[in-house]
């Protein structure tokens, strides 16, 4: 059975900095790609960065150089660093992995990032 777990959310001052971490376990097939998505209240669930086995990153243009991701597709392990963090990054923010030839998705439960002004 596949699990995500994320961690490293919580609470912190506009200007702060969180990393948050997402391990899984049970995969057994090739990761195509890692990667984090968010939802704020009352709005659908963004892709925010995401990390392809070709090394390839893309982000959300609202956190270029801001957030980093990062991690070990051999470890199956994802970072997202975030920097400079602002009340509208204030979501809850999910893991996600696409693996083998089927391209499935898995989903983490998320963990709540708040920042408060």
């Known amino acids: 059975q596949v699990q995500l777990v994320e961690s490293g959310g919580g609470l912190v001052q506009a200007g702060g900095s969180l990393r948050l971490s997402c391990t899984t376990s049970?995969?057994?097939?090739?990761?195509?790609?890692m990667g984090w998505h968010r939802q704020a209240p009352g709005k659908q669930r963004e892709l925010v960065a995401i990390?392809?086995?070709?090394?390839?990153?893309n982000y959300a243009d609202s956190v270029k150089g801001r957030f980093t991701i990062s991690g070990d597709n051999a470890k199956k392990l994802v970072y997202l660093q975030m920097n400079s963090l602002k009340p509208e990054d204030t979501a809850v923010y999910y893991c996600?992995?696409?693996?083998?030839?089927?391209?499935?998705?898995?989903w983490g439960q998320g963990t709540q990032v708040t920042v408060s002004s």
């Open positions: 990390s392809t086995t070709g090394d390839s990153t």
């Open positions: 049970g995969i057994i097939s090739r990761i195509n790609a």
């Open positions: 996600n992995v696409n693996v083998g030839i089927t391209r499935r998705d898995y």
